[in-house]
Structures are given as structure tokens and as C-alpha cells.
């Protein structure tokens, strides 16, 4: 088999911004150039043309009404898509969804005999019940995910603290682990940087910055994390807050920082698809604020490591398992008053912070590069096992 091609699915991609769009968008560039020809199907997004140096597929779509910008996929009512990919010669698809992509994927899969696997990436019962509220409707919804991993050939999960979730949604079956990477190289030196972050935010250098960049949406304990910033502010006057991203939260979090009368401290900037302003951003905070609970492996911890700023994140949470307290990052205790503390505190200790900061850029910061090559070879030993 001299030219593997490869079909990656999901029901999220450019312009729509999140960790599994970037993880879909760097698999497909490294194994268009390690493998061979690499297509990304996913729903039609208006007003957008696609400008990658790989083939994107879209299919017929419609707007969620519950999740903008996200878009509910229609691939069986398209006819335009059965020709596309009937004429595609996938020797291996990956499904980085479970809903209308996954599904589509693994109906490829089926008709051409050809291996799929299936990655799990989020919590998808938080998003569900969110979106439906009605229990027994959710719990439907969690089997019918289930019953998809169930349906392919292999699952892969990110770190090993997401197959825990997987498991107490019902999956027993065997799973691997696959690690995501970032598309950022950690710098020798930040200064440059971390100056130009500081000139854009207008924050010199001596006011202490903490971030987060993410999806605005309640799920991700955005709420708490605002709470939580006057304590800081009071123990640190000179303290200033960005939040970088967009989601149906953010005017409602805007209004709770005017009510904390903190508004006048804190940056709500847009989503930032220049990736060298966004590593500027990383690079002038000092700390990375993550209280999710609901994040599995999220890539912005990564990201904000490249660039020596460490992150605080939440005891116990699925995406702390990489984190080793006061030696790669940060962990608190999952109340207000504990996670203001750990702020302050590494705030104040700027020569331990540095020391972890640097242990940080050391341990987190695996180029996708590396992970795709990983990646290529488990497809290869994939396709010799199923031949």
C-alpha cells in the first residue's frame, strides 16, 4: 500500500474555534505531508471559504439554536456528498465525533471495509443536558454516543483521565491512549513576546496579568472564575484579568463583572485567530486560570505553557491529571476562597513561579508534529493488521 489516504470527521471546523477543531486541523496538515492525501469532512458554514492546503468537504447544515456558532450536519439529505465521497478512495477514517460525522464516517467506513476509529474528546452529557434538560432523554442521547464508540474498530482517548469519563458513561470496551499536541513552538527566550502581549493589552511589564482563552460558556466554571477575581484584586491591586474567546455566556459574564465592580479590570476580547497574537497573549500573563470541570484535555493549558505561563486549575478535575502541584502548574481545592488563595499566592512567589513556568514549558509542550508521526504509525499498524 504505497499511498494512504485518510478521511478525518467532525461536526466542528474553522471558523468555529475550539481544542477539537485545532486538534482535526493539525492532524490533517501533518499527515497530508507524513502519510499522504488527507480530506476533512465537516458542515457547511456560511460566509466561509475554506483556504487549507488539504481538501475540506463540507456537507449540508443547519444553526444550532442552543450552541452558536456550532451547526447540526445533515450528510444523508445531501447528494452532492454521497458523489464526493463515493470517489474518495479512503483507506482509513477518523471520527472525531460521535453525532452526524461520526456517523457519516462510520457509514464510509462500512461501505468501503475500511477501518475507522473514533476519538473521544469531550464531556458530552454536560453539553446535552444543557441543551435538553430532560434527564431521561440525556441518558437516551449518552447511550446512543455509546453505542457509536461500541460500533468502531478503535477508540482513542486523549490522556488517560478522559477514559474514566467514558467509562462512567457506560463504555467498557478496550481504548488507547493518544495524546494531543500543540502548533506552538516553546521559544528559547519569551521576552519578544511577551513584550509585544504587553504593548498590545497595554499591561507593562510589573502588572500582574492573569488569562484564560477558551469557549465563553457556563460549562467551563466561568462563572466561578469570575467570582473568584475580587479576592485576588483586594490581595493585589495592581492584578488585571483577560478572557479571550466568544459563547453564549459572555454578556452575562460581562454583567456579573460589572455587578462585582470589577468590569474596569478586566479585558472580554474576541476570539484571537492570529496565533502569534495569541502567543504574545500567553506570554504577558502570568498565570493561565482554568477552573473547568467539564474539559477533558484541553490544548490552551498546553498552549499557555509553551509560553512559560503556568496554569491553576481545579483538584481532582479530568484536566488536571497532568498538572503536579508547585512543580508544572498549579492545583486548588474547588471552592472560591481556595482557588483566590492559590492565585495570590503564586503571584507573590515570583521566583517559585518562574521555576514553574519553566518546568511547564518542559513537560507539556509535545509539538504535533510528534504526535501526528505517533499517529501515522498506529494508522499504518491499523491498516497491516486489518489487510
Known amino acids: 500500500m504505497n499511498t494512504i489516504v485518510t478521511g478525518l470527521f467532525n461536526d466542528g471546523y474553522v471558523p468555529i474555534m475550539d481544542g477539537v477543531t485545532i486538534t482535526v486541523k493539525n492532524y490533517a496538515f501533518w499527515l497530508d505531508k507524513l502519510l499522504g492525501p488527507t480530506y476533512v469532512v465537516t458542515p457547511f458554514v456560511p460566509n466561509h471559504k475554506d483556504e487549507e492546503p488539504f481538501p475540506v468537504i463540507r456537507f449540508l447544515s443547519f444553526p444550532t439554536?442552543?450552541?452558536?456558532?456550532?451547526?447540526?450536519?445533515?450528510?444523508?439529505?445531501?447528494?452532492?456528498?454521497?458523489?464526493?465521497?463515493?470517489?474518495?478512495?479512503?483507506?482509513?477514517?477518523?471520527?472525531?465525533?460521535?453525532?452526524?460525522?461520526?456517523?457519516?464516517?462510520?457509514?464510509?467506513?462500512?461501505?468501503?471495509?475500511?477501518?475507522?476509529?473514533?476519538?473521544?474528546?469531550?464531556?458530552?452529557?454536560?453539553?446535552?443536558?444543557?441543551?435538553?434538560?430532560?434527564?431521561p432523554i440525556v441518558d437516551d442521547q449518552v447511550k446512543r454516543i455509546i453505542d457509536f464508540y461500541y460500533s468502531v474498530d478503535h477508540v482513542w482517548v486523549p490522556q488517560e483521565s478522559v477514559a474514566i469519563t467514558l467509562r462512567e458513561y457506560g463504555y467498557k470496551g478496550p481504548y488507547e491512549v493518544v495524546e494531543?499536541?500543540?502548533?506552538?513552538?516553546?521559544?528559547?527566550?519569551?521576552?519578544?513576546?511577551?513584550?509585544?502581549?504587553?504593548?498590545?493589552?497595554?499591561?507593562?511589564?510589573?502588572?500582574?496579568?492573569?488569562?484564560?482563552?477558551?469557549?465563553?460558556?457556563?460549562?467551563?466554571?466561568?462563572?466561578?472564575?469570575?467570582?473568584?477575581?475580587?479576592?485576588?484584586m483586594t490581595a493585589i491591586p495592581d492584578f488585571k484579568m483577560v478572557f479571550v474567546g466568544k459563547g453564549y455566556a459572555k454578556a452575562q459574564l460581562k454583567d456579573l463583572a460589572r455587578d462585582l465592580k470589577i468590569d474596569n479590570r478586566i479585558i472580554f476580547h474576541d476570539v484571537i485567530y492570529d496565533r502569534e497574537l495569541l502567543q504574545s497573549i500567553y506570554a504577558r500573563a502570568d498565570l493561565f486560570l482554568f477552573p473547568s470541570l467539564y474539559d477533558n484535555a484541553p490544548l490552551v493549558v498546553r498552549e499557555a505553557a509553551?509560553?512559560?505561563?503556568?496554569?491553576?486549575?481545579?483538584?481532582?478535575?479530568?484536566?488536571?491529571?497532568?498538572?503536579?502541584?508547585?512543580?508544572?502548574?498549579?492545583?486548588?481545592?474547588?471552592?472560591?476562597?481556595?482557588?483566590?488563595?492559590?492565585?495570590?499566592?503564586?503571584?507573590?512567589?515570583?521566583?517559585?513561579?518562574?521555576?514553574?513556568?519553566?518546568?511547564?514549558?518542559?513537560?507539556?509542550?509535545?509539538?504535533?508534529?510528534?504526535?501526528?508521526?505517533?499517529?501515522?504509525?498506529?494508522?499504518?499498524d491499523i491498516l497491516a493488521r486489518w489487510a
Open 180 to 232: 494531543n499536541g500543540i502548533d506552538m513552538k516553546p521559544p528559547a527566550d519569551i521576552t519578544p513576546f511577551r513584550n509585544r502581549g504587553a504593548e498590545y493589552l497595554g499591561f507593562p511589564e510589573g502588572v500582574p496579568v492573569g488569562l484564560y482563552v477558551g469557549q465563553h460558556i457556563l460549562e467551563k466554571n466561568l462563572e466561578f472564575l469570575v467570582r473568584s477575581l475580587p479576592a485576588v
Open 65 to 135: 439554536i442552543v450552541r452558536p456558532p456550532y451547526r447540526i450536519g445533515l450528510p444523508d439529505l445531501d447528494i452532492r456528498l454521497q458523489f464526493l465521497l463515493k470517489n474518495r478512495d479512503f483507506n482509513i477514517v477518523h471520527a472525531h465525533s460521535p453525532f452526524a460525522a461520526g456517523l457519516l464516517a462510520r457509514k464510509v467506513a462500512r461501505e468501503k471495509g475500511i477501518p475507522i476509529i473514533a476519538t473521544f474528546h469531550s464531556k458530552y452529557r454536560d453539553d446535552l443536558q444543557r441543551a435538553i434538560g430532560i434527564k
Open 306 to 380: 509553551a509560553f512559560k505561563t503556568p496554569a491553576v486549575l481545579i483538584k481532582g478535575a479530568t484536566a488536571a491529571e497532568v498538572i503536579h502541584d508547585g512543580k508544572n502548574g498549579y492545583l486548588s481545592e474547588n471552592s472560591l476562597d481556595a482557588f483566590s488563595a492559590r492565585v495570590v499566592e503564586a503571584l507573590r512567589d515570583e521566583t517559585g513561579r518562574l521555576q514553574v513556568a519553566d518546568e511547564a514549558q518542559k513537560t507539556l509542550c509535545r509539538t504535533w508534529e510528534n504526535v501526528v508521526q505517533e499517529v501515522k504509525n498506529r494508522y499504518l
